[in-house]
């Protein structure tokens, strides 16, 4: 079927039927972006056969789902996956081609769906390419924000932020579901009431409410017809505001309900790794939370009468404790709703939810005021406090005379709501995303948990979607690897073991090399018309995209940058192979550290480029909005991959694999996944330095790092902290830095000087870089590890982490669809 419709012909003249009916225009009249929506509404016309084939598999073999419940979706642009996924990006692309339309200008069109700030909303992503992928059923549940991710702009080297109204034009690929429409109330209070059975019943009373609307998006398996969904939800007021309401008070409840609808799902909070305890926020996580699971049961009870068998055909994922709202939502509902027992309830519910830990990070640990949470939420705030009151009573009974656990442990604590305790208590499973990750959660985080929960912990390493970041993010590479090893690698990554062969192939490397250079210059040509600089695709492409975050180490970075610069300036005659360092990052609009970070970047690229005396020997290039659309390219490009976060403090890491996977060699401390890169390829493909997690972690408990000792015995290091506040990056401005270099040195009120160790791993991190320049100079030495590390990637595809789930934590069933004769 799939066949019949991409035929080239018949796609040509779906699209030019399109153009007409959509615009009343011919295809040499139309705009592109209106083309865009025409060849959308192709591809999504073929899309819906498989999604309701889809569906109807899903009705007859009643397999376990999974609801996978994230507050962000970092799904980056949609027709080109949809198109590799179908199998069908070469013909369509030739289609277009024979009438003059270049497809890559036509998925330029498509705003990216910002839906997430970076990897934990990537990786729900990733994970929802590899379910429909491995046939599973799940549905993605989050929010349809109104403004995704904002767009950064870049003004005189500080960042601007731009709101990002994604659905302006309207977007081609979702699906309106208005027949599910779910009454979410907020405040009000609770009245209990002896029932005829005579047990007590609870009722939300007084309450505000906003009807939840359902937006699927699909998402296309490839090449095996499964389209699951993405479940994204829209806030509507429960009556149309009427200006005919004569009622004073109706009146102002109209537009109490109006403003509620319109606020709660209008932005996504810009934060990475931090929360801020905002009232709204918390509306958002209930809002979602709660239609999703009055949707997961209304299917649910459709086929099955006893929820008692409800953790056998259902299971919620909690992507971080952002939904773990949904441990007392559960609860509520089945308790009030459904009058069951308090033990019976708790049995099903704990048998439901499971719950992965992103992050260490005490910034990031969600923490609501009790206050808070009992005003918006009065019925789950009693369920919450039973919940705790439970748990506090095993705790004592386990440990006698013990406060210190009950007050590490408790859900309600100090005046507030410890989401992650609670997300523990309930759910059946609690995993890390790499081993280093749940190690340090086992032995220091969590310890008092894992002791007495050992069994619920567990790790799943995080992976990323090879359709994405190779097929289609860089098609040379994806073309010369199934060259060489077969088209299996699109499915099943770890095929690519096979390139291991071709590592010291002269042929080989010279056509990696080629393609490499191919797509440096792709990337060149974009610096040129956005920047405006001139970088060399032959220089060594050093590449740091990512949040922009302490942690991350940006400045470390752009230190060594000045570092560097300042060798070369002192001897210009120094072996010095040229570089190009590239950044991308976005800072959380209030993050005052990491803006100012951002603005370091830029003067310095404005002073090291603008600089005739070395030559070009550096480039630096900051890349204003990063975003998943020019991170296919930037991957696709990169020579060395930058993850040099401080040990132990980033969980994961996924684009650390990505970069991997595109045959760059990775700069990096023992953090996160590139322990497990490392691992993989082998010691002499990939550069370690720094410190380990537990050199940091004792520092940290020992309190006896003093960045002073580092700054005043090394010259070097002195001297470019020292030109922070010099005026040498700042046309003389001694401030504009200052708290940079406070951060460093002479930290504020409740700070502590170079919480990051920048200054500890700097020595370390400048020998490394080096090594990497000298490494690069050896061509078929680079090259080998160059493919070495493609070769090596097949453990970090999320199609591996997906089934690891499966099999440890959901147990789901595979589906078939088959849409032959439909
Ligand atoms: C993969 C990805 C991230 C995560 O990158 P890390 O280096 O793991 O922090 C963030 N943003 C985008 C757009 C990504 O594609």
Known sequence: MRDKVFSKKEFIASVTENVKTMYRKTLKEATQQEIYQAVSLAVKDVVMDEWMATQQVIEKDDPKILYYMSMEFLMGRALGNNLINLGAYGEVKEALEEIGLDLSVIEDQEPDPALGNGGLGRLAACFMDSLATLGYAAYGCGIRYRYGMFKQQIIDGFQVEVPDNWLKDGYPFELRRPEYCYEIKFGGHVEETAGEDGNLHFEQVGYQSVLAIPYDMPIVGYGNHVVDSLMIWDAQPKEEFSLDSFDRGDYDQAVEQENLARN?????????????GKELRLKQQYFFVSASIQRALERFKKHHNDLHDLPKKVTFQMNDTHPTVAVAELMRILLDEEGM?????????????????????????????????QRLLPRVYQIVDEINRR?????????????????????????????????????????????????????????????????????????????????????????????????DWITSLAKV????????????????????????????????????????????????????????????????????????????????????FIFGAKAAAGYRTAKKTIKLINTVADVINNDPSINGKIKVVFIEDYRVS????????????????????????????????????????????????????????????????????????????????????????????????????????????????NSLLNPQQGQVADRYFILADFRAYANAQKKIGVYYTNKSAWVKSAILNIAHSGKFSSDRTIQEYVDDIWKLDKIEVNTEGC
């Open 264 to 276: 709660l799902v209008e932005v996504l909070y810009p934060n990475d790794n931090h929360v801020k």
């Open 341 to 373: 027992s308090w033990d019976e309830a708790w049995e099903i519910t704990t048998h439901c939810v499971a719950y992965t830990n992103h992050t260490i990070m005490a910034e990031a640990l969600e923490k609501w005021p009790i206050d808070i949470f």
């Open 391 to 487: 748990f506090v009573e095993e705790i004592r009974a386990k440990y006698p005379d013990n406060e210190e656990k009950v007050r590490k442990m408790a859900i309600l604590y100090d005046g507030q709501v410890k989401m992650a305790n609670l997300a523990i208590v309930a759910g059946y499973s609690v995993n890390g995303v790499a081993r280093l990750h749940t190690e340090i959660l086992e032995k220091q985080e969590l310890r008092d948990f894992y002791e007495l929960f050992p069994e619920k912990f567990n790790n799943k390493t995080n992976g990323i979607t090879q359709r994405r970041f190779l097929a289609h993010g860089n098609p040379l590479l994806a073309d010369w690897v199934t060259k060489h090893v077969g088209k």
């Open 497 to 580: 073991e096979d390139l291991t062969k071709y590592a010291t192939d002269p042929k080989a490397q010279q056509e990696f090399l080629e393609i490499k250079k191919q797509n440096k210059i792709r990337l060149a040509k974009y610096i040129k018309e956005h920047n405006g600089i001139e970088v060399d695709p032959n220089s060594i492409f050093d590449v740091q995209v990512k949040r922009l975050h302490e942690y991350k180490r940006q400045l470390m970075n752009i230190l060594h940058v000045m570092y560097l610069y300042n060798q070369i300036k002192a001897n210009p005659g120094m072996d010095f192979y040229p570089r190009t």
């Open 630 to 741: 020019i991170a296919e390219w930037i991957f696709a490009a990169a020579d060395v991959s930058e993850q040099i976060s401080t040990a132990s403090k980033e969980a994961s890491g996924t684009g650390n694999m990505k970069f991997m996977l595109n045959g760059a060699i990775t700069l990096g401390t023992m953090d996160g996944a590139n322990v497990e890169m490392y691992e993989e390829v082998g010691a002499d493909n990939i550069f370690i330095f720094g410190m380990s997690a537990d050199e940091v972690i004792a520092h940290e408990q020992h309190h006896d790092y003093n960045p002073y000792d580092i700054y005043n015995n090394d010259e070097d290091i002195k001297k470019v902290v020292n030109q922070l506040v010099d005026g040498t990056y700042s046309h003389n401005d001694r401030e504009l830095f200052r708290e940079l270099y």
